[in-house]
């Protein structure tokens, strides 16, 4: 079984495309991350959502938006994708050690996006 | 601003030892993470250490010293596996400040 599952794993796409990402986790976690990881290996936060609720939002453009149907699922969106999206997008959770403690991430497989 | 360093590449021989050093300011501090990535894959946790000094797994070892904003992981007995980047993190107030993360080479 899969702990943090992500869909699709690689994604090639043209400019100004609309794309999804999808996110699962079956550990019971209660709060799920989107990462950049782009070629210079930086891991970035996007987002960060614990019980279906937005925590962190890092400065990241509005044509991403993530959507939490429950809290086993954090999807991401990308509208007008651009040249400078192509990177690998990792979807983790973690569970929760009190308000301001992170716990242990455990990250799916990665996807690789491509935008041509 | 918030920032870690570490070394961007380090090359050692299978069968030794290697320590990747890791240096943090951050506004807060509620631990520091370890993880290895191996290319194409996805990051796993190595080590967790939120009090100062040393904590051994296996042939995994981390270290930290709050008062000097530093840590290391210790390799030891190095196998080729062991090839991979090492990427430190800190909790800084609810956020994981990532590094840019140490391509470790291990050479037979």
């Known amino acids: 079984d899969t702990a943090v599952s992500q869909t699709p794993k690689y994604l090639v796409t043209q400019m100004g495309n609309d794309k999804s990402i999808k996110c699962e986790q079956n550990?019971?976690?209660?709060?799920m991350y989107w990462y950049k990881q782009d070629s210079k290996k930086f891991l970035k936060i996007m987002f960060s959502?614990?019980?279906?609720?937005?925590?962190i939002n890092e400065t990241v453009p509005n044509r991403f938006s993530p959507k939490s149907p429950d809290k086993a699922h954090l999807n991401l969106h990308i509208n007008s994708l651009e040249l400078g999206d192509s990177a690998v997008y990792f979807c983790a959770s973690s569970q929760d050690h009190g308000r301001d403690i992170t716990g242990e991430l455990f990250f799916g497989e990665g996807s690789r996006l491509t935008v041509l | 601003g918030q920032n870690i360093d570490q070394p961007t590449e380090m090359t050692a021989t299978e069968g030794a030892i290697v320590q990747i050093n890791c240096t943090y300011q951050t506004s807060g501090f509620n631990g520091l993470f370890w993880y290895q990535q191996h290319a194409g894959e996805a990051p796993t946790f190595l080590s967790y250490n939120v009090l100062d000094g040393l904590e051994e797994k296996g042939r995994f070892s981390s270290f930290l010293s709050r008062s000097k904003g530093y840590s290391y992981l210790l390799l030891k007995e190095l196998q080729m596996k062991d090839s991979a980047s090492y990427l430190c993190a800190v909790d800084s107030n609810y956020q994981l400040i990532w590094g840019a993360g140490t391509k470790l080479i291990i050479k037979p």
């Open positions: 550990l019971g976690h209660d709060t």
């Open positions: 959502y614990n019980n279906k609720e937005l925590i």
